[in-house]
């Protein structure tokens, strides 16, 4: 592994033990070159209650850009308040909370989740 992703993973090492005290579920990203996942997990971390990514058919993202991850959220959001999931914790993976992070927990928030 990159010295990049070694530092990243660490510090989202960090931010998620804070995180389990906090007994909310999670929206956690992942960003690759190509594609961009938002999975909610559930308190603990065991269990994937809702996903969306940029790899699904029906949605049809053709990029991985401001618009695809802000398609992303709408989507996840949107899943998440039909399984009765209102207000998580937004876990950025180490990542920097700016570009198409911040686009994508901009989007959820005004498909109606709360951080």
Do not use: C, W
Not at 4 to 23: F, G, V
Not at 30 to 55: C, E, N, P, W
Not at 83 to 95: A, H, T
């Amino acid at each position: 592994m990159s010295i990049k992703n070694l530092s990243r993973l660490r510090r989202a090492k960090k931010t998620r033990s804070n995180i389990r005290n906090q007994e909310s579920p999670r929206l956690t990203v992942y960003r690759s070159s190509k594609h961009f996942y938002a999975q909610i997990f559930d308190s603990l971390g065991s269990k994937v209650i809702v996903s969306a990514s940029t790899t699904e058919k029906d949605l049809k993202i053709k990029s991985n850009n401001l618009d695809g991850v802000t398609k992303i959220g709408k989507k996840v959001a949107e899943r998440a308040l039909e399984s009765g999931i209102k207000k998580v914790v937004f876990d950025r993976s180490g990542y920097k909370y700016h570009g198409r992070i911040k686009a994508l927990a901009d989007s959820a928030r005004e498909a109606g989740l709360e951080f």
